[in-house]
């Protein structure tokens, strides 16, 4: 919403805005483009134009969609979903997603998967056994595992901390 309205706001025609994705109607001069990379970058967003970078995008963009914002079950085989989702073969894929950013596409889904974890935590509305239903995972002691490998803590102690629980997801 906020990029749509900046867009709009400064003579822009967007005709959609997604998650990570923008098509503005028109064709923009490099200058154009610099410079709504410079406004969107005080927004903390940037354009991403090189090709292997929108796919990485893309790809984040699908798990964050799937663990955050989808009511989908998140058992689901992930290398089927990320395919399905960008129309690419997964290996390529992976390949692309561990070249870049250094870490694998199962990394960052499960790192992913904790920050949701310590969400529901913090928000106290479920059971640690409705958690680890609700994503997926086989019990509560393989989430409580994976937890405290990711997090250092185990989910009880995290729930008793009063700290900063959370980073935001550009942080991931």
């Given at each position: 919403?906020?990029v749509k309205s900046h867009l709009e706001n400064n003579g822009y025609q967007?005709?959609?805005?997604?998650?990570?994705?923008?098509?503005?109607?028109?064709?923009?001069?490099?200058?154009?483009?610099?410079?709504?990379?410079?406004?969107?970058?005080?927004?903390?967003?940037?354009?991403?134009?090189?090709?292997?970078?929108?796919?990485?995008?893309?790809?984040?963009?699908?798990?964050?969609?799937?663990?955050?914002?989808?009511?989908?079950?998140?058992?689901?085989?992930?290398?089927?979903?990320?395919?399905?989702?960008?129309?690419?073969?997964?290996?390529?894929?992976?390949?692309?997603?561990?070249?870049?950013?250094?870490?694998?596409?199962?990394?960052?889904?499960?790192?992913?998967?904790?920050?949701?974890?310590?969400?529901?935590?913090?928000?106290?509305?479920?059971?640690?056994?409705?958690?680890?239903?609700?994503?997926?995972?086989?019990?509560?002691?393989?989430?409580?595992?994976?937890?405290?490998?990711?997090?250092?803590?185990?989910?009880?102690?995290?729930?008793?901390?009063?700290e900063d629980k959370r980073k935001n997801i550009e942080e991931l």
């Amino acid at each position: 919403m906020v990029v749509k309205s900046h867009l709009e706001n400064n003579g822009y025609q967007p005709i959609f805005v997604n998650l990570g994705e923008v098509e503005i109607q028109g064709v923009l001069s490099k200058d154009q483009l610099a410079q709504l990379d410079n406004s969107l970058k005080s927004l903390g967003f940037e354009i991403i134009d090189d090709k292997k970078s929108q796919t990485i995008e893309k790809i984040k963009t699908a798990i964050v969609t799937l663990v955050h914002h989808s009511d989908q079950n998140i058992k689901t085989n992930l290398s089927q979903f990320i395919s399905s989702q960008i129309h690419q073969d997964y290996n390529y894929l992976s390949n692309l997603f561990s070249e870049v950013e250094g870490t694998t596409i199962e990394k960052y889904f499960i790192t992913q998967r904790i920050e949701k974890v310590k969400e529901l935590i913090v928000y106290d509305e479920l059971s640690l056994s409705e958690i680890a239903y609700q994503l997926g995972y086989s019990s509560v002691a393989y989430l409580s595992n994976q937890f405290k490998k990711i997090t250092g803590f185990t989910p009880s102690y995290f729930k008793s901390l009063k700290e900063d629980k959370r980073k935001n997801i550009e942080e991931l």
